[in-house]
């Protein structure tokens, strides 16, 4: 029930100054009432009216949650100097507001608000003092008129803080004229979200500025399943669904974003494609630096045979013929991909070409995208492997800059390596590709190594595929597996998916079984009764390691299921364990959590002995799982520990940015490796459920693969070769630029 209150915000116990965040004690009608909100200009002193509800915390006991609040003018030389003496004004203390109000009197309220010039007759004030704190109050009241005039439009404190300090006295224009700005210029505003601000002020549904927005934001929701581009039609049509504005509007508005240079329009052989002005350009210039990185380094081929074999010998590898082929390759070009399935000795080439640079005394760096791939790249070589972002120097934006990504290696400042491989190529987008490119010079070798038949990285693009498919570069693709690895079902298996065979399901294997259900509480009983009592002795590893793995995200076996069910078995309620409620979720001490979404300036540490920081950086990424250590009621703070021991600090406000990860989509597990992995498997979209999919999720394993569900969906999906497919054109722009440096030399 909303209620009402009214009184001095008494005490300021404590504030967020990033997120806002606040703690305060107001005193009204004969007692003192705790609240809590998020705000960014209320101040000690100040006469509040505030809307909200009475909750019952369990610790701090009742307090009233502030929804909305507007500030009320002093009424009178008491009330004045209360808020004078407060500290809400810089300079003023409750000595010097007592003599402001000696002096003015029952003017004290006029002349703070119309003249405060004046405060200067007052002694201990300079002229230019007065004109300071004029200054301070000026501020206060026009940001308190601007929330009140954001309020009017359902615009909540939180966001109405960001767009005045975004815009400033320049807001009221913004709203009126092109509320839409604020998807482009504000984090956290959507389009949806600035289209019912614009519904509410009153734009008109085919407001040029409307639908300019809401083609940018197709593309941009476009963007986030994957593609970099969207075929001319296929964007109308989309972009219709959401703006219900007529086609030939719609590609009149979508010309304009093309002179406008938000958009691009490229005639390509498939048909007409429309990029957002960025991805056009970013995919152009990585196909210009992958060219640029291609030279050839001169050997005499014989002696680099010997040399290969050498390396062979003193290493005690044994190598076939397309791996000394790849360390062939690697050695005589600047630019080489190596690609194959689980078990086809990709470790062993990587450890070869190791050794061989190594010889030749050149200075090698080691990449991954995640930082668990990057920790398996290091077990496997013996060499110290980063993540991609590490290795960039991924740091926080320059003074002035609110969000983006800023990389301190970059064209200005060049990583000074020989050689740098990177591992898990197939995760890798536009984005990252693109910033990796513009770190390395001309003469450096690159040298990536993926699956290419893994699923494609998460954010726009497919760049490894793309690389490959353009035909341009030298690619060694290892397919023999091992006979190592040949003892392995979980890679036998992973093959005979990949190749479309059938699997054998009698379970006479040590590492590959299939438990037949056709319920879906059987299946999660059986799922519940793996992680507690047969996997963790079975494979020795602590249930939190053991991962279940889904095609889906809806569904009784989806994410958003599974994951309060396995919450409630393996880590239930305690009285020691603190808890946090945050929309639909509840998080508990001691969960399992997932970043969903890049976030380029959350900081993290690492503690040490007395949980003093040894180390400290930037960045925390999509798909990292890390354990919540700390539930801060108080500070508003949820802390989380991610791999290598990382702790993050999240305020209430960012919980949007996490979710449980006792369940993750199989997209989500990408780059990762757990001890054993057990995937639920009832039925699903005929889209989803495919082979794809279904390989990704088995080569996740190290030592297990338990599959619960049916067998004739699992023989459906390997029989499935369609994949979701994304818009990318990056072997396009690399075939372009061959073809454009053979006109000109021609010419």
Request: with cysteine.
């Amino acid at each position: 029930m909303v209620e009402t209150i009214s009184g001095l915000v008494e005490h300021i116990i404590f504030r967020n100054e990033d997120t806002g965040y606040t703690v305060l004690v107001l005193s009204g009608e004969g007692q003192e009432i705790t609240c809590v909100g998020t705000f960014q200009y209320m101040n000690q002193g100040e006469e509040i009216e505030a809307r909200g509800h009475y909750k019952e915390h369990p610790v701090y006991g009742y307090q009233f949650q502030i929804e909305s609040f507007q500030t009320k003018v002093p009424e009178d030389a008491a009330a004045m100097e209360r808020y004078l003496g407060s500290g809400a004004i810089k300079g003023i203390g409750a000595a010097l507001a007592a003599r402001i109000v000696k002096h003015f009197g029952e003017e004290t309220i006029q002349v703070v608000e119309e003249q405060p010039e004046r405060l200067s007759e007052v002694k201990g004030i300079s002229e230019r003092m007065a004109w300071e704190i004029a200054q301070q109050i000026e501020e206060k009241s026009d940001m308190r008129k601007a929330m009140i005039f954001l309020q009017k439009y359902g615009i909540s404190l939180n966001l109405g803080a960001k767009i005045y300090q975004q815009y400033g006295q320049g807001l009221y224009q913004i709203l009126r004229e092109n509320p839409y700005q604020l998807a482009e210029d504000i984090a956290g505003v959507g389009f949806k979200s600035a289209d019912e601000i614009a519904g509410r002020i009153g734009i008109r549904p085919d407001s040029g500025y409307r639908i300019k927005s809401g083609l940018i934001y197709t593309l941009v929701l476009a963007t986030g399943q994957g593609h970099s581009y969207l075929p001319k039609q296929e964007l109308l049509q989309r972009a219709f669904g959401i703006l219900q504005v007529e086609e030939d509007i719609l590609e009149k508005y979508l010309m304009e974003l093309a002179i406008e240079r938000r958009a691009v329009i490229k005639e390509m052989n498939a048909g007409v494609a429309v990029y957002g002005g960025q991805l056009y350009h970013l995919e152009l210039d990585t196909a210009r630096m992958l060219r640029e990185l291609n030279v050839h380094f001169s050997q005499n081929l014989k002696q680099l045979d010997r040399q290969i074999r050498r390396v062979e010998q003193t290493n005690h590898m044994q190598l076939d013929e397309r791996q000394r082929e790849a360390v062939r390759e690697a050695a005589l070009h600047g630019l080489f991909i190596l690609t194959g399935g689980p078990g086809t000795g990709k470790t062993t080439t990587i450890n070869a070409m190791l050794r061989y640079f190594e010889e030749e005394d050149l200075e090698i760096r080691l990449a991954a995208p995640t930082g668990r791939a990057a920790n398996r790249m290091t077990e496997a070589t013996g060499w110290e492997a980063q993540t991609i972002h590490r290795l960039l120097e991924l740091s926080s934006m320059p003074e002035g800059v609110s969000s983006g990504i800023h990389f301190e290696r970059n064209v200005q400042n060049p990583l000074e390596a020989d050689v740098i491989i990177i591992d898990e190529m197939s995760m890798v987008d536009i984005y990252l590709m693109h910033a990796l490119l513009s770190a390395l010079s001309v003469g450096t070798r690159l040298i990536l190594v993926g699956d290419v038949d893994q699923l494609p990285s998460v954010g726009p693009g497919n760049v490894l595929r793309d690389i490959i498919a353009s035909r341009l570069f030298p690619v060694v693709e290892l397919k023999r597996i091992f006979r190592q690895a040949s003892q392995s079902d979980i890679v036998v298996n992973a093959h005979k998916i990949n190749w479309g065979e059938q699997v054998e399901l009698s379970n006479k294997s040590r590492d590959f079984f299939f438990l037949e259900r056709q319920e879906a509480i059987l299946v999660l009983r059986v799922v519940i009764a793996l992680i507690q009592e047969k996997l963790p002795k079975y494979i020795q590893a602590n249930p939190m390691e053991i991962q279940v793995l889904t095609p889906m995200r809806k569904g009784v076996l989806g994410v958003e299921q599974l994951n309060p069910f396995l919450q409630r078995y393996l880590n239930p309620p305690h009285p020691d364990k603190k808890e946090k409620e945050y929309g639909h979720t509840l998080y508990r001490q001691g969960d399992k959590v997932m970043q969903i979404k890049n976030n380029y300036q959350l900081e993290w540490e690492i503690r040490g002995e007395y949980g003093i920081a040894v180390d400290n950086g930037v960045g925390v990424f999509n798909g990292d799982i890390g354990r919540v250590r700390e539930i801060n009621e108080f500070a508003g703070i949820m802390t989380v520990e991610f791999d290598e021991g990382k702790y993050v600090d999240y305020s209430f406000k960012q919980l949007d940015e996490l979710e449980l990860a006792y369940a993750v989509t199989i997209h989500k597990s990408q780059g990762s490796e757990y001890p054993a992995v057990i995937l639920p498997l009832l039925t699903g979209p005929q889209m989803l459920m495919n082979r794809n999919l279904l390989y990704t999720a088995v080569t996740r394993a190290k030592k297990c693969v338990a599959i619960v569900g049916s067998v004739k969906t699992f023989q459906q999906m390997i029989e499935n070769k369609r994949e979701s497919g994304r818009y990318s054109a990056l072997d396009v722009r690399i075939r372009e630029l061959e073809e454009l440096e053979r006109s000109e030399k021609d010419f």
